[in-house]
């Protein structure tokens, strides 16, 4: 399949499923921004695209799976990674790459997210971040800002929200960066890294939520949303990821903050069976 998107004029058209659209997505939403950043990358990092296998869960990030013409999964809420983990552990030579968004990963899916940073396994996890859970209308959710108001928390949020890159980092992380979907060529470059770094690699994209989130929030439509993110971003590459706190109206640091090498769990895994058979 590479050879043939790349002799497209554009590569966006043999990636896509037009037969599935228009998307879920609402106009305005960052979510399809991303996934234009993603297939760039793929062509940036010269990938094979039938070596790829792409795994998602549910929300509205988790529709990404149904729209790209690749071998895709799309799984249960919150279990992405335990799928993926078996997609990589039976077959080394994919590139497996989870893409979902924050309340799936981090919350039903969240433990399921730090045990695969613990472990290494060999995958890119894209987290979408739109600080809700913006397909079951605009709940709470894990990453929501400190004072944010969402339709479950309409006089502002009082549950101290995770740092994303400071959890999976803390986790064991290989990988950890976080971008907006402003910041086009940066998510791009980031994650065609991501895409061929061996381990476990992890991208945080901050997208606008502009029917629910944006509003409630008052950070308007569309590209109101893009120039927000304008306007809050602060690029520090190589910060602490212990800095990267986001909170309502304040600064998002943005920039690549982990990129470290250790034993992968497929290598520790074969080492193991090295010294079974030895043992007998």
Known sequence: MTEAVRGQQNPMDAYLRVDRMPSIWCAGCGIGTSVGCFIRAIERAKLDADKIALVSGIGCTGRVA???RLDSFHTTHGRAIPFATGLALAN?????VVYSGDGDLAAIGGNHLIHAARRNIDMTVICVNNFNYGMTGGQLGPTTPLDARTSTSPYGNFEPP???PRLVAASGATFV???TVYHLRQLERC???ALVRPGFSFVEVIAHCPTVYGRLNK??????????FKEKSVIK???DPVEADIVLDGPIMLGKFVEIERPR???NYQHACDKARKSK
């Open 219 to 228: 950070q308007g439509q569309g590209v109101d949303g893009l120039r927000y």
């Open 265 to 267: 769990f497929w290598e």
């Open 162 to 164: 995770f740092n994303l």
């Open 66 to 68: 149904g729209y790209l």
């Open 237 to 239: 590459n190589g910060a």
């Open 177 to 179: 960066a976080r971008w």
């Open 92 to 96: 080394p030579e994919l590139k497996v």
């Open 191 to 193: 994650l065609a890294e």
